[in-house]
C-alpha cells in the first residue's frame, strides 16, 4: 500500500470519528490500534498498555497537580 494512501486513509477514519462525536483520545486510540493492526505482529492492548504506561508513569508529572493543590488549599485557608 502505498504512503499517500494510508496517510489519507488514517486522517480520513480519524476525521470521521471526530465527527461523529467520539471523544478524541478515544479516537486516536482507535484509530491507533486499527494501525498496530495492519502493520505489526504485537498485540495492540499489550503495547498500548505499555506505551500508556510508561508515558503517564514518571514523577516529573505530580508535581503540576501538587502545586495547584497546594495553591488551591492557601487559596481557601486565606493563608
Known amino acids: 500500500m502505498p504512503e499517500l494512501f494510508l496517510t489519507i486513509f488514517f486522517i480520513s477514519i480519524l476525521l470521521l470519528f471526530l465527527g461523529s462525536g467520539v471523544w478524541v483520545a478515544i479516537s486516536m486510540i ?15 492492548g499489550d503495547a498500548m498498555a505499555t506505551t500508556i504506561w510508561g508515558t503517564s508513569s514518571s514523577w516529573t508529572l505530580t508535581a503540576l497537580p501538587l502545586f495547584v493543590w497546594m495553591g488551591e488549599i492557601l487559596f481557601r485557608t486565606k493563608l
Open 30 to 44: 482507535g484509530v491507533s490500534s486499527i494501525g498496530m493492526l495492519i502493520f505489526t505482529t504485537r498485540p495492540v
